[in-house]
């Protein structure tokens, strides 16, 4: 398995991880120099393997850019990312729901990863239960998706209520939005963990690549035994 990865000294670059699992590799951007991002991003190009970035800076992107890796880049999911034109393909729809536009950040993450590894994504913003009938007018079309993800802060109340309309599986994706109480996305943390409604799994606060990641594995799944 020793050439299923390549060494570049500071990273070891999982060249099989799409082979083992169905989804290329993903690198997290935070924490890394532009220029280690640079070489990781270019030995995947010259590999020809797609590779995806999450918490990518402007900065960082543009110097990617700068150095002839034609990356793309979105500066609100702050999502990077390079194909080889392979495209990916899963049967089946994530809705992706969020409580208000503070959300769209981690909720732009959750949509693009998703979409990156093939699957299709209806986004439904700002249906907050604060304005629960703004969530009313669009049940019948978050129905007929096969996962549901909820991102909402605040008191994090979106996910049970939805959990309780659909019969899908639910995915809750607390984010860090909110005043002093909301202790920055603890408490929607614990009232997603806490949801009286069943079929609802979390992941972390502002998690949005695990939820997409979690919610294209059950696409697999449903392509695969479907």
């Keep these: 398995m020793h050439d299923s990865y390549e060494d570049l000294?500071?990273?070891?670059?999982d060249?099989?991880?799409?082979?083992?699992?169905?989804?290329?590799?993903?690198?997290?951007?935070?924490?890394?120099?532009k220029e280690q991002l640079t070489e990781i991003?270019?030995?995947f190009q010259k590999k020809n393997i797609s590779v995806l970035g999450t918490r990518c800076t402007a900065e960082q992107a543009a110097y990617v850019q700068s150095c002839g890796v034609p990356a793309v880049y979105d500066g609100t999911s702050r999502i990077i990312s390079w194909s080889n034109g392979e495209k990916m393909c899963l049967n089946g729809k994530i809705a992706v729901c969020t409580g208000g536009t503070a959300d769209l950040p981690v909720a732009?993450?959750?949509?693009?990863v998703a979409e990156f590894f093939g699957a299709g994504v209806i986004r439904h913003f700002d249906v907050g239960i604060a304005g629960i009938h703004r969530l009313f007018a669009k049940l019948e079309e978050i129905r007929k998706a096969d996962v549901v993800i909820a991102v909402a802060g605040m008191e994090g109340a979106l996910a049970s209520v939805i959990a309780g309309l659909v019969?899908?599986?639910?995915?809750?994706v607390p984010t860090s939005v909110g005043y002093g109480a909301s202790f920055q996305g603890l408490a929607p943390l614990l009232t997603m963990l806490n949801s009286c409604a069943e079929?609802?799994?979390?992941?972390?606060?502002d998690n949005g690549f695990g939820a997409a990641v979690l919610a294209c594995r059950i696409l697999r799944g449903i392509n695969r035994h479907g």
Aim: net charge neutral; glycine share 12%; proline share 4%.
């Design 167 to 172: 019969e899908t599986p639910v995915i809750a």
């Design 41 to 43: 991003l270019a030995a």
């Design 15 to 33: 060249l099989s991880r799409g082979m083992r699992t169905g989804m290329p590799e993903t690198i997290y951007c935070a924490g890394k120099t």
């Design 199 to 205: 079929g609802v799994s979390v992941v972390n606060i």
């Design 9 to 13: 000294g500071f990273a070891k670059l």
């Design 108 to 112: 732009e993450e959750v949509a693009q």
